[in-house]
């Protein structure tokens, strides 16, 4: 039968999704871009209900999976305290200041941050953000996982400042006993008990990323890359900051979305490309954000002349089987050998352009398994 075009939709139709209507009914900018250039400078709007300057980052690659915003503090202000039903991730991307935390009638802690520090926020509690700045705002870039809560409680009040009890002592008891907020620590860990054993780091306060030097070597991915990879006590949410040499760039692959990367150091630029489609370029330094659609090959490249660091935070475990971790390389990881020749001759222009020669071995490019030297990495 064909429906004459005046008859309503059925209702069947998939409308926009509850989290992007209760996103819209704030009122502050909302990004949908492929990359913010600098979180710092990111014009914001200001949220009324929360008394501060916010915006959203809804780009192209969350694919409506995660939530990313901006908030700012003004200099020696506040944002007072609410509580939000989800945990969060928390990142500095400029600026120092206090946070507290709190369970209903539960104990108070508080811990001091600087910029580049990474924490967490567990569900249910009070938190309150205060700058210990007097001269410029902080920015904080939070991310958490309510687009997905969204489709299935819609209902803002479930979510913020809700009279739900969380027990009072879960921060002590969530935590490993030298105190919620203690720096991280290493443990050994199978999460997908392949028998692939990782080093992952602990803990719910990492006081520096750009500064972090705690990292295992990253394999597979080329460059000579490293990593540490970040997990949560009692959290399902994760994360893993790569550093990659001066002078080389990683091997393109893909995965799944919302894996929403900030830089906390480093000079250069990463294209993303749909297979067989056209490449879109970010170009990053400090405080750039951007985040690889879903099944989108992306590669990053490093012009400086220092180490590149960039930081993922992960999506929820059920995507796990298009996670970071490629378990196909060939359809998932493009060699270097296999890579197009122009890749290779873009990034030596645009390195040759600041005066510097890629630190790329010719092997690379030979041989599909040559692997850089880890000696003492
Ligand atoms: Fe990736």
Redo the contacts with the bound molecule.
């Keep these: 039968m064909v429906q004459s075009p005046q008859q309503e939709a059925p209702a069947y139709v998939r409308k926009p999704a509850f989290y992007d209507r209760w996103m819209e009914s704030i009122g502050i900018p909302i990004y949908r871009d492929y990359y913010i250039e600098d979180g710092r400078t990111l014009e914001l709007g200001f949220w009324e209900e929360r008394g501060h300057p916010a915006a959203f980052l809804q780009l192209a690659g969350q694919e409506g999976v995660s939530e990313s915003r901006i908030s700012e503090i003004p200099p020696g202000g506040s944002i007072k305290p609410y509580k939000f039903a989800l945990e969060e991730i928390v990142y500095v991307l400029q600026g120092r200041g206090v946070t507290t935390v709190w369970a209903d009638g539960g104990e108070r802690r508080s811990f001091e941050w600087q910029e580049h520090a990474l924490f967490r926020i567990p569900g249910n509690h009070w938190v309150e953000y205060a700058s210990m700045a007097g001269d410029a705002p902080v920015r904080l870039l939070h991310y958490n996982n309510l687009p997905v809560s969204m489709s299935t409680v819609q209902d803002p009040s479930f979510y913020f400042n809700s009279e739900h009890k969380t027990a009072a002592d879960a921060l002590r008891s969530d935590g490993d006993g030298d105190g919620f907020y203690a720096e991280a620590k290493v443990v050994e860990n199978d999460p997908g008990r392949a028998g692939r054993v990782r080093s992952y780091w602990y803990g719910n306060f990492f006081p520096d990323m750009r500064a972090w030097d705690k990292l295992v070597p990253f394999k597979g991915r080329g460059a000579g890359g490293t990593t540490v990879f970040v997990q949560f006590p009692g959290s399902e949410l994760t994360a893993h900051m790569s550093v990659f040499p001066s002078k080389t760039y990683k091997k393109g692959?893909r995965?799944g979305p919302a894996?929403v990367i900030v830089i906390p150091f480093g000079e250069g630029y990463s294209v993303m490309w749909p297979e067989g489609k056209d490449k879109v370029t970010v170009p990053w330094h400090e405080g750039s954000i951007f985040v690889?659609p879903n099944r989108w090959f992306?590669q990053h490249f490093n012009l400086a002349g220092d180490p590149a660091r960039y930081l993922a935070f992960h999506p929820l475990p059920q995507f796990t089987g298009t996670g970071?971790l490629i378990t196909d390389r060939e359809r998932d990881q493009i060699e270097y050998p296999s890579e197009d020749p122009a890749v290779r001759a873009h990034f030596e222009e645009e390195l040759a352009k600041r005066g510097m020669k890629s630190d790329m071995p010719d092997i690379a490019y030979q041989d599909p398994k040559w692997e850089w030297d880890y000696t003492g990495a």
């Design positions: 692959h995965h894996f690889p992306h970071e």
